[in-house]
Nanobody, 123 residues
Framework: QVQLVESGGGLVQAGGSLRLVCVAT????????MGWYRQAPGKQRELVAV???????SYADSVKGRFLISRDNAKNTVYLQMSSLKPEDTAVYYC?????????????????WGQGTQVTVSS
């Protein structure tokens, strides 16, 4: 019923920047928290940053001061601006959102995940 579509990953040298974009589509009623997670090979998925519908943000300690999360509520879109990238930032980045959506005339709620986008930072 709803889908999160990510874009913006790629290969970048250490010290470089990338911007990730995630768009929520479908019969959406409202979106609460939106966030980004990442999973490196052999490691558990971890929270990178989250933003509430009112714009309050929080970050993992490892990315504070380097990453910036933002959102456009009118476009159902969340962004992750990543700067001063390090090789240890290499991972698959996943978008996550807490979405209320329509199924026929009913409203359901649930956490949705995107398909993931690869970010590779070379040293």
């Amino acid at each position: 019923q709803v889908q999160l579509v990510e874009s913006g990953g790629g290969l970048v040298q250490a010290g470089g920047s990338l911007r990730l974009v995630c768009v929520a589509t479908g019969r959406i009623f409202s979106i609460n928290d939106m966030g980004w997670y990442r999973q490196a090979p052999g490691k558990q998925r971890e929270l990178v940053a989250v933003i509430t519908d009112s714009g309050r943000t929080s970050y993992a300690d490892s990315v504070k001061g380097r990453f910036l999360i933002s959102r456009d509520n009118a476009k159902n879109t969340v962004y992750l601006q990543m700067s001063s990238l390090k090789p240890e930032d290499t991972a698959v980045y996943y978008c996550n959102a807490d979405i209320k959506y329509y199924v026929a005339r009913d409203i359901y709620t649930g956490k949705q995940w995107g398909q993931g986008t690869q970010v590779t930072v070379s040293s």
